[in-house]
Each structure stands twice: as structure tokens, then as C-alpha cells.
């Protein structure tokens, strides 16, 4: 795992040695143990190293092949990399190292841009062919490692994190008004863009060419629904977890000390389970817990760890929220708003104590349908059904409305229940899980806000991926959404800066591209049963772990949000959202941010998630926006 950056010369001249030393030098806890930069006419690459594999000087990079032509800055791991490295050496090839890093150049010059099917793994590089003068630069197929890009006229730079193309100079800092809407309302800036007009995301499962003619991006993946597989249920459940299992083998492959997150869940308690049957010292397992009981699952980890004999260690968190935010949601360039991002740093600060590695149950809800809001979907679907569409268009938004003038939760939710339900199924279900109400939006936003919005819902980018969905049934089509949308833009975004704020390697099974593409062709009924989530994941467990932690209700890696902005974090957001200019009084009408804020610390209603979503924003915002001391960017 390491961060990557650099730039090219084509439309002008972006810097030197130094420039290059600068960009790396801000990501340095991405590879704080050794960093090199390439600099040529043409372009400059810059790397930093957390080693993983191969730890001699001969995995340093940027790394060049054997006869000199290509030159690679990249991040992440490839699993199968051994067996392409046999395969290559039996062809004559011959390897200067041990790296993965080496076979991805020697599978580049043999077979091109076609090497990319072969990658089973996480990764972002770039790759500069000094023969033809084209830099390729790619990303993994479901957005675990990240890749942002500069481009202007006279400018192209790309980076793993956005701080970096800020150390150059003149990088505009224009903000999408876009992408504050769409922040809101999903608590991340979804892909391709981000929060700045200039600054892109490369998507999961594109590569991109850059020379002289300017840009060109290409998809060479993506998942299918369409192809349903017909053998039986116990078949199908053997197939999942014997191929879960040599997933998780092949992410303990490892030349530094190795152990896994463990909350308690379905997800990560399978994969330390895995874990423990295949290695033969102890696992080395993390977990967060609350004084909050209904957000602490320390005691299911804790059973998980006993039954396996795992060398468990806990972290609980206390009053140290406040002195900690800061410099926790510093590590993210973009308003970036899921609360788990804390207990995701805290965990991933417990690991990096213990291990340089982690293995996680990532990707579980997603491929298999592990979420509530696929419960309430699928009730809301029921309900659709047994009601004419001329009754849900006609009589349920003037009921929504009634409902509207009321701030208590019951009403709340009975609103947001006829909303959904007077609309088409793929708009329902964005309406059901959007972080701000269209109502609340309106409110909020300035008339000039609401001006330079006209036309634009953040809704379109969900409806746009449902609507290329392939799958056969609404479940298929909301799950290819989520693993399109949520699963890159939010889960995959927070680990990604968490884990690399503490130099930790997280590696997530669950979301092999075989066991996505396995999942894929799971019927719906198999995933989601009677109301049962994750019910084929749960069998295929079944030998592995008890029925208490199989069946016991989801709690997620969630806090205790609406009690931190009564209590621990009362002072500190106040300052940020009330005693600063400019941030959110830029979008937003700020009587109406104190109606919320008055309303929420009298207990009248909750107004958790969008307070935190406007914390965030003014936490980004002084930090990556304001020149002089609250200005300046996390290092």
C-alpha cells in the first residue's frame, strides 16, 4: 500500500524534482518508509512506500522494467500476482525482484492494456511507456484504492489523495455547487467528480490515456446481474465459502506482521474465522466499542476472538472525540460526512499498534444484501404493490405534506414513507436513503444556491446506475447501485484515508472480483430470504460461527451521533457551524441552521445526521479553503 502522485509537461510545464518531493511529501502516511520521485521531458512521477511485499531496496519505486521502456508509480496489492510471475518466469522472463510491482510491468510489456483482466486485486498506478510518450493511469475495479485527477488547459496532474495536487502551484479551487448538493444529500461527493471544478476521480474499472492529444478514459469492467445461476441452494453455499476462504488466504500473503478488524459482525467474524483456520499463529484482532450499549458490540467480538483463540485487542471510545476530530477529518481533501469515519480511524490506529496489515469484512452488506434499508425497501416495494399507481401519485403526497408540519420522528417517518411510496421504485429508494430531505434542502439553500441549481437533483446519479443495471429483479438492480455509488464513494473512501492516516494496509476479502462476480449470479431470494439479509452468507458461515452472531440484529459501525452534539462535541461544532465565516453561510441560510441546532439540543427532534454533514463541510472547508492558519492542509 503506498500513495502516488505526479504530472505531466504536455500542456505546460507543472515543475521540477522538488515539486515532484513536495506532492509525495503530503501524503506521506500513505509510505512513510521511503519515497522516490522520476522526472523526465515528458512527465514526473513521484511514490511513497508503506512496505508489504518484497521489502528490499529492489521494490522501491517508481520502478523501472528490465529493458528500460516503462516506468511505474504504483498503489495497492494484486493477489494472483504469483501465479502470473510463475507463469512469466516459465516464458523466460527474468525478475530483478519480488514485488507485484515488477509483474504488473512485465504483464504491461507482454500483453498491454489487456494486462488490467488479469489484475485480481486493489490498486491505482500509473504507467509512462517512454517509447510512445503515454502515461496509462488505472484503477481496481471497485474503487478500494483512489486516484484523483488535475486537468485544465494548460494543466494535468494526478494523485491518491487531493492534498497533493494542491501543493502545485496556481490549482484552481473553484467549487462545484453540484457536488455540495450531491455531499449532502449522500454524505460524500460521488464519482467522477469531486468537490472542486478542476479535480476529478478517476471511476473504478477505468484506465485512463494521457499524451499529448489531451485524455481519454475507458471502462474495462463492470459486474453483471443479467446471468442467473440455476444449481441449488447447498451447492451454491459450499461454492461461496470455499471460495471465500481462498480469498482470504490469498490476502494473507504478507512479509509484514498481519491481523483483522472485528466488530462483532457477520461480515468480519467470518473473515477472522477464515483467517484463524488457516494460520498458524494466533490472529491478531482489533474492535472499537461505546459507553453507549446500543452502539457497542465489543462483547460479540470478544466471543468471536474466545472461540478462535485470537490475540484480541479493544479500544473503547470515550470523551476523546472532540479533542480528536480535527485531525481525524483532517485526511479527508472532500466534505466526507459517514460517522464511522471515527471509529474506522480509532480501530485502524489499535491495528497499526499490533500490525502493519488488516484484514476487514468490507463489502459484505453490499454483495449480499446485508443492509436494513434493503428491509425497508422491500417493505416499501409490498406496500407500492397493493396500492393503485393513481391513489400513490394522487392522494400520498398531500398526506406527506400534512405529516411534513410536524418535527416528530413518527410523523417524520410517515412522511418519508409516502413520499417513497408515491414514486417508481428506483426514485423510492433514493428517497428513502438521501442523508437531506428535499424539503429540509429547500429550506436550507439560499435563493442564489437554489438558483445556480436549477435542473439538478442529486437523485440522477442513483437513478442513472439503477437504470444501466442488468439484474433481473429490483433487488439485483439496487445492489449493482449501491456497489456503483455507496460502496466507492463512501465505505471504500473512509477506510481507504483512515487506515492510510495510521500507515495500515487494509485488505477486504468480501470484495474479490471473483466473489463479486459469484454474488452476481446468486438469485435475489437466495440473498435476501423471507425478509432474511445476507441469508446464503449466514449459510455458508454456518460452520464457523455461532447463531448469536449469525442472527443477532445489525447494529453497524455506527455512533452514538445525536448524544455527541448534546455532550462531547456540543462546544466544538458550535464554534465551527456558528462563531466562523464563510463554509456553509456561502449555501445555506443560517437562521435556518439555528432553527435546526436549537431544535436538536431541546430534544424536539433529531437533527444528527444533517448537523454532522455541515460540521463536516465547515471542518473541510477552514481546513482546505481558508488561507493562513486554519488553512492549512493536513500532512
Known sequence: MCGIAGFTHFSGNMGNLDTLKRMGESIIHRGPDAGKEYLDEHVGLAHRRLAIIDLSELGVQPMTSVDGRYIIAFNGEIYNFQQHRQILVDEGYVFRSHSDTEVILALYARDGIKMLDKLNGMFAFALWDTQNKKLLIARDRLGKKPLYYLHTDKQFAFASEIKAILTLPNVPKDIRIDAVHDFFAYQYVP?????????????????????????????????????????????????????????????????????????????SSGVVAMMALNSKTPVKTCSIGFDDKKFNETEFAREVAEKYHTEHHEFMVHQN??????????????????????????????????????????????????????????????????????????????????????????????????????????????????????????????????????????????????????????????????????????????????????????????????????????????????????????????????????????????VPLASWFRHEIKDLAHDYLFTKSQGIQQFFDMQVVQDLWQQHQSQKADHATVLWSMLMFQMWWFRYMQTGSEGEQAQ
Request: glycine share 6%; no cysteine.
Open 191 to 267: 464519482d467522477p467528480k469531486t468537490i472542486f471544478t478542476n479535480i476529478h476521480k478517476l471511476p473504478p474499472a477505468h484506465y485512463m490515456w494521457v499524451s499529448a492529444d489531451g485524455i481519454e478514459i475507458q471502462q474495462y469492467w463492470d459486474v453483471s446481474f443479467k446471468n442467473t445461476s440455476l444449481e441449488n441452494e447447498a451447492t451454491l453455499t459450499t461454492q461461496l465459502l470455499d471460495l471465500a476462504t481462498q480469498r482470504t488466504k490469498d490476502r494473507m500473503v504478507s512479509d509484514v506482521p498481519l491481523g483483522a478488524f472485528l466488530s462483532g459482525g457477520i461480515d
Open 321 to 558: 472525540v472532540a479533542e480528536n476530530l480535527e485531525h481525524i477529518v483532517s485526511y479527508f481533501d472532500e466534505p466526507f460526512a459517514d460517522p464511522s469515519l471515527v471509529p474506522t480511524f480509532f480501530v485502524s490506529e489499535l491495528a497499526r499498534a499490533q500490525v502493519t496489515v488488516a484484514i476487514a469484512g468490507d463489502g459484505g452488506d453490499e454483495v449480499f444484501a446485508g443492509y436494513e434499508k434493503y428491509t425497508t425497501d422491500d417493505i416499501e416495494n409490498k406496500l407500492r404493490q397493493k396500492f393503485p399507481k393513481l391513489i400513490r401519485k394522487s392522494v400520498f403526497p398531500p398526506l406527506a405534506n400534512l405529516f411534513a408540519k410536524s418535527e416528530m420522528t413518527v410523523f417524520r417517518k410517515a412522511k418519508s414513507l409516502l413520499n417513497s411510496l408515491s414514486l417508481e421504485p428506483a426514485m423510492g429508494f433514493y428517497i428513502t436513503n438521501a442523508q437531506i430531505e428535499d424539503r429540509l434542502w429547500q429550506r436550507l439553500a439560499t435563493s442564489d444556491t437554489l438558483q445556480k441549481l436549477a435542473g439538478y437533483h442529486p437523485a440522477q446519479l442513483t437513478l442513472d446506475a439503477y437504470n444501466k443495471a442488468d439484474g433481473p429483479d429490483h433487488l439485483a438492480k439496487i445492489l449493482y447501485t449501491d456497489l456503483k455509488t455507496y460502496l466507492p464513494g463512501g465505505i471504500l473512501v473512509k477506510v481507504d484515508r483512515m487506515s492510510m492516516a495510521n500507515s495500515l494496509e487494509v485488505r477486504a476479502p468480501l470484495l474479490d472480483k471473483d466473489i463479486v462476480e459469484f454474488a452476481a449470479t446468486l438469485p435475489s431470494n437466495m440473498k435476501f430470504k423471507n425478509g432474511e439479509k445476507k441469508h446464503i452468507l449466514k449459510e455458508a458461515f454456518k460452520p464457523l460461527l455461532p447463531d448469536g452472531i449469525l442472527y443477532r440484529k445489525k447494529m453497524g459501525f455506527s
